[in-house]
């Protein structure tokens, strides 16, 4: 579970910002919105707004930053760095710093990277248990460009880290154990595995593979499929590979492939194209057999027939792309999506957001927005649940909706649009 996260000179944020998922315990309102399964209450929900160029997109990209540092040892060496520091400034020396505070494994931990502009100590990095604001916080590690305290070897650790200056010690301490801490490992594993990042440009080539493995996946998605009114039934057809491939007009297309693909056990072949997993070719009983999704569509008179993921529309597709990440929410996981509503319409994401926050969540799911209509805290949403990105002098600032006086009564839809909390784009008179 995330708590806050705090960050400066990186992207379009220039001064320090802030983000947190903490409820204002004066709101009494939908307080199945809360997860008060741990020593602090936090938010299960979370929607962001802000003008095009805001800064909205780019704060989900401080968090894919942090992320691919903690997780990618070769990360900043694929990157040009100078492109994530703030460039609205005539002269920038000062580092980019990002601190975020997180739940998992019973442990609330504090992790913090500053990066340099030079080579010379590009990194600082520290990691500490929390001791959220009832005792001294317990320091794990503290980094300074090539020296680390406390490790088991201090003299490997500063070698290993002048071979490796640009990585983080999470990373390194997966293959070399210079700090002999399992909370190290806690911590990548929160990372890698539990704080999951979906942009508009995401794909899951894999799709059909994950919904056929997992029925409880698959369960989820014809639920909230069926409630959206969007198909009758979604399932994962398998054919025997000649059968299949004798109703196919781009046989040779395929046959050529196979022959460059290795198919086993334990591998497969997915066919990907216009962002859709159009089929899956794998191997069952040491036959090879194709999966495909199939929707159960409803016609004239109640017909109903079988139709693949080509005929369905883009917003179908884009929403079955979201519904692993949905499902990893109620799981538990930390979920940040993107525009959520790309390519649907929006009384499908209001009543898909309904469906959700209504049901019980383990996770948390954070959107980035420009839907108005969700912005309704009779039906759907608390106040401190939004959030808003807007720039000032080039620099985006965020703020929350709780910052301001709002009645439980109030209709903050309307508010927002006549530009009562910001956020909200400054056109000039177009003659």
Not at 97 to 122: D, M, P, R
Not at 176 to 195: A, C, Q
Not at 307 to 324: A, E, F, Y
Not at 331 to 358: A, C, R, T
Request: proline letters at 3%.
């Amino acid at each position: 579970m995330l708590l806050r996260v705090s960050f400066q000179n990186i992207l379009s944020f220039y001064r320090q910002s802030f983000f947190d998922m903490f409820p204002n315990p004066k709101r009494e309102i939908f307080p199945n919105h809360i997860n008060e399964t741990g020593q602090i209450p936090l938010l299960k929900h979370t929607l962001i707004y802000g003008a095009n160029g805001a800064g909205k997109s780019n704060f989900v990209k401080v968090l894919q930053f942090l992320k691919s540092f903690v997780i990618d040892g070769n990360f900043l060496d694929k990157i040009d760095l100078k492109d994530f520091f703030f460039q609205l400034v005539k002269t920038n020396k000062e580092p980019i710093k990002i601190e975020i505070e997180f739940f998992t494994n019973g442990k609330y931990y504090i992790y913090g990277v500053e990066i340099q502009h030079s080579q010379k100590n590009l990194i600082n990095e520290y990691l500490r248990l929390s001791g959220i604001g009832e005792k001294e916080d317990e320091t794990i590690f503290e980094r300074n460009g090539n020296h680390v305290s406390p490790s088991t070897d201090s003299k490997l650790s500063e070698q290993l880290l002048k071979k490796n200056q640009n990585s983080s010690i999470i990373c390194l301490n997966k293959q070399y154990p210079v700090i002999n801490d399992d909370n190290l490992s806690k911590v990548y594993n929160w990372f890698r595995n539990e704080l999951k990042i979906v942009t508009i440009n995401t794909q899951t080539p894999f799709l059909i593979d994950m919904m056929s493995k997992n029925k409880h996946l698959l369960d989820f998605a014809n639920k909230l499929l069926l409630n959206l009114n969007i198909t009758e039934s979604l399932k994962v057809s398998e054919t025997p590979i000649d059968k299949w491939m004798s109703d196919q007009k781009n046989k040779n297309e395929i046959q050529q492939i196979l022959q460059r693909t290795s198919i086993t056990d334990h591998s497969g072949l997915s066919a990907f194209s216009n962002n859709r997993n159009n089929f899956n070719i794998t191997m069952k009983n040491g036959e090879q057999i194709v999966q495909e999704f199939m929707f159960e569509q409803l016609g004239v008179g109640g017909y109903k027939k079988k139709m693949d993921i080509t005929r369905q529309s883009d917003g179908t597709v884009r929403l079955l792309t979201l519904i692993p990440a949905l499902y990893d929410a109620s799981k538990g996981n930390v979920i940040v999506i993107d525009e959520i509503e790309n390519s649907m319409h929006p009384m499908l994401i209001y009543k898909l957001l309904k469906y959700f926050f209504n049901n019980e969540s383990k996770g948390q799911l954070i959107c980035t927005t420009h839907l108005t209509m969700l912005q309704d805290q009779q039906e759907l949403v608390r106040p401190d649940e939004l959030w808003m990105v807007e720039k000032e002098s080039g620099n985006s600032i965020m703020r929350s909706f709780n910052d301001y006086k709002i009645h439980n009564t109030m209709n903050i839809r309307k508010g927002y649009e006549e530009g009562r909390y910001g956020g909200v784009p400054r056109i000039s008179n177009i003659e």
